[in-house]
């Protein structure tokens, strides 16, 4: 039985054109790169060719990409760097923008923030579409707010967020706050979902900071960057070495940033076709199950979601038994139920855009990929409709009863 | 989620699934904030002793994996026996017979004894009454 992979928003296949560039940075060209002998600066060389090369998609200079482990790293340094730098000098408690539905790195280190009494906090909750107004964000803006951070795409229903709208946003209130509070709003975008399909130029978008991770774009796990735009307020968390302009301490991950600098360089020649071919694939796959799957809903918006993206709740089927059945039958996806990850309550994500807890506990997330065919997708929507018929077998009409019972 | 071979088998192909018309009694429970919702239906016979004892045992399940499986195994294991011995199974024999159970499902997904206690229990209310 031939596997079919659906969940590139988890991770993605290493390229084998970055492979082979990262090869030959494990055991024969293993300087680090801080040395300053040969070895060394075979390693450093390596790396400033992926440092251009990530620069030059964001439209960003060189000195503004520092290398990480991944998002998760990133968005640790974005919230907890730029408080750091914050209270370094000022006294009054400062303010955090950020939305109901970020990635749990985000949401944590901010929630965080706000229990250990360093920040304020107000998460911003996205409509129905799951779509984050641009005039919400406005209008929570305080006096004392310091940063902002609003994922550019959501890792569960694929929603893209206003970016550019918010970021003229800041900068407007930036330009009105220069003379009273100075400390300015750093805007920061967890972009983590969007470098594949969407425009990064961080100047479009009017950002100072942007998180992402190598392995959701062919490249491989363990290398991210955040992007910092020169000037911003911001200090390290880790400390150790000098390295990434002092920003970020620790060896650096030679062969992994190398890959993420191939990835990049690939996803930058040939972004425009792959986004297009996985489009139609992912409207056919919406437009099948829809029709073809009763009681069944896409959630978040149709139109202004990722190119990859398909989210959808069953009506008496749970999550994890369905994604337990569909690997049997060789269709990896993932869910928002809570069975699957062990967490208590259902996906936060899909909990903030309104739906009940039981639409949570049954929804399916089916991502696509560059190497995703029509004839996977047709198969998968078929496998997909005989497990919900038999999970709906099991359930009978057990979620009426409860209700009419209460 | 790690699950034994047998989770995996009565996942796939429960036992006792459906419903009983004119059952004796029913037990739900669960619900869906948790994701897990579980309705097991008994019928109740006399026994050759003039015991009573579960003749005859469904269930309708909404859950993951576990939730399934646990189901179907307490049907199995509740058939036939007197409600005192039905009454006497614990999550713990479900889990065993199961061959285990992952540590986090135990709690959650495991709530099988209280359907299957609570459809008894609803069967001696509507018996007491008639008395």
């Known amino acids: 039985m031939k596997k079919i992979y659906l969940d590139y928003a988890a991770t993605t296949p290493v390229d084998k054109a970055v492979l082979k560039e990262m090869l030959p940075y494990f055991s024969e060209k293993f300087g680090n790169a801080m040395s300053v002998h040969s070895f060394g600066q075979d390693a450093l060389q390596a790396m400033d060719t992926a440092r251009t090369r990530v620069a030059k998609y964001f439209h960003a200079a060189p000195g503004e990409i520092i290398f990480t482990s991944g998002a998760t790293e990133s968005n640790n340094l974005a919230v907890k760097g730029v408080l750091k730098s914050y209270h370094s000098k000022h006294k009054v408690k400062p303010h955090i923008i950020t939305t109901a539905f970020e990635h749990h790195c985000i949401l944590d280190a901010c929630k965080a923030a706000e229990k250990e009494g360093l920040a304020e906090v107000t998460f911003i909750k996205p409509d129905k579409e799951g779509i984050v107004s641009e005039k919400e964000i406005a209008k929570a803006i305080r006096k004392n707010t310091i940063f902002i951070s609003v994922m550019y795409v959501n890792n569960e229903i694929g929603t893209v967020q206003p970016i550019a709208k918010i970021g003229k946003i800041v900068k407007a209130k930036n330009s009105e706050r220069r003379a009273g509070f100075d400390f300015p709003i750093v805007f920061h975008t967890d972009a983590t979902q969007a470098i594949n399909y969407f425009d990064c130029d961080v100047d479009k978008l009017g950002v100072d900071l942007l998180s992402m991770s190598a392995h959701k774009i062919y490249g491989p796990k363990g290398a991210g960057m955040l992007y910092v735009r020169k000037g911003t307020r911001i200090r390290r968390i880790q400390d150790g070495g000098d390295q990434e302009y002092k920003l970020r301490a620790g060896t650096h991950n030679v062969p992994g940033i190398v890959g993420l600098g191939k990835a990049i360089e690939i996803l930058h020649k040939n972004k425009g076709n792959d986004a297009q071919k996985i489009k139609i694939l992912r409207n056919h796959l919406i437009s099948r199950v829809l029709k073809e799957v009763s009681g069944s809903r896409l959630n978040g918006s149709r139109i202004k979601r990722s190119p990859n993206n398909a989210n959808f709740s069953f009506q008496d089927v749970e999550g994890e038994g369905l994604l337990l059945s569909l690997d049997m039958e060789g269709v990896a996806c993932s869910t928002g139920s809570a069975c699957s990850s062990g967490a208590l309550s259902p996906s936060h994500v899909l909990l903030s855009i309104g739906l009940k807890p039981e639409q949570a506990h049954g929804s399916l997330r089916v991502t696509l990929g560059k190497f995703t065919t029509k004839k996977d997708i047709d198969q998968a929507v078929n496998k997909i409709k005989n497990v919900v018929e038999r999970l709906r077998k099991i359930s009978g009409n057990i979620l009426n009863d409860y209700y009419s019972a209460k | ?131």
């Not at chain 2, 034994?4 to 904030?33: A, C, D, L, Y």
Request: with cysteine; net charge positive; hydrophobic share 35%.
């Open chain 2, 1 to 131: 989620m790690q699950y034994s071979k047998k989770v995996i088998e009565h996942f796939t192909r429960p036992h006792n699934q459906g419903i009983i018309k004119n059952p004796s009694g029913v037990g739900m429970v669960g619900n869906p904030v948790c994701g897990d919702l579980m309705k097991i239906y008994i019928k109740v016979d006399k026994n050759n002793q003039g015991e009573e004892y579960i003749k005859n045992i469904k269930f309708e399940t909404l859950g993951c994996a576990s939730a399934i499986a646990t189901s179907s195994m307490i049907t199995e294991l509740a058939k036939g026996k007197t409600l005192d011995e039905a009454l006497k199974i614990t999550r713990n024999d479900v889990a065993d017979a199961l061959e285990g159970l992952p540590p986090i499902k135990m709690h959650c997904s495991n709530l099988a004894d209280d359907g299957l206690h609570q459809a008894i229990k609803d069967y001696q209310n509507k018996n007491k009454k008639k008395k």
